[in-house]
């Protein structure tokens, strides 16, 4: 078996057609590169089971129009799920389990009208 270890190179930003980007189970580290979330072809992010960091409200700014799958579970993201998750519309599937987010869980998320899954467990969250 074959796992990539290192960084995410700066220039994955530069395939600006760019619509499915999986790296799940590998050994990643550091953070997700923002000029990924400026690529709106995008419609799949896996980067499940790493060990990537970085702010949460930092990814969600950008909006990302066609992203249907944002899945960075079991990593070690912080921050809070700010209101910009809803800036993706499309999004069908949220997966951000065991990693270090925190805060409330936001009240936007309730707007994704295509929502069909969504796996916040093993984090520290704020009761309502």
Known sequence: MLFFSGTIPEETGNLHNLELLH?????????????????????????????LSGNLPSIFSYGLPNLQELNLGHNFFSGEITGFISNSSKLAIINLSSNNLSGRIPESLGELSFLQVLVLQDNNFEPT
């Open 23 to 51: 790296l799940e189970r590998n050994h990643l580290t550091g953070y997700i590169p923002e000029k990924i979330f400026n690529i709106s072809s995008l419609s799949e992010i896996v980067v499940q089971w790493n060990q």
